[in-house]
């Protein structure tokens, strides 16, 4: 089994920043992508940004030139800088990640319990 633990969530001002973290622990092969989706209330769970191994990255347009994600391979961690926050950025945070844990397996979605992030205007 695979475990995903977010960390860095909280509130702050419009115009601040946060940085999120997620560490993936368990039966762990190798893992394919890693990324971060939101979910804010009445409304569906949406992409943030995501990186794949080997480092290509993909961004939701209204995050584009504000959030940054990388990712140490080392610590199987994924990060989420968020500069620049507008209220409209308020949401649980989601870390997910594409996992293979064995080498005959194919490949597995797993999802973290969420961390709430919430931006005051």
């Known amino acids: 089994q695979v475990q995903l633990v977010e960390s860095g969530g909280g509130l702050v001002q419009a115009g601040g920043s946060l940085r999120l973290s997620c560490a993936a622990s368990?039966?762990?092969?190798?893992?394919?992508?890693m990324g971060w989706y939101r979910q804010a209330p009445e409304k569906q769970r949406e992409l943030v940004a995501t990186?794949?191994?080997?480092?290509?990255?993909n961004y939701a347009d209204s995050v584009k030139g504000r959030f940054t994600i990388s990712r140490d391979n080392a610590k199987n961690t994924v990060y989420l800088q968020m500069n620049d926050l507008k209220p409209e950025d308020t949401a649980v945070y989601y870390c997910?990640?594409?996992?293979?844990?064995?080498?005959?397996?194919?490949?597995?979605?797993?999802w973290g319990q969420g961390t709430q992030v919430t931006v005051s205007s």
């Open positions: 990186i794949i191994s080997g480092g290509p990255t």
């Open positions: 368990g039966s762990i092969f190798s893992i394919i992508s």
């Open positions: 997910r990640s594409i996992v293979r844990v064995s080498w005959s397996d194919s490949s597995s979605v797993y």
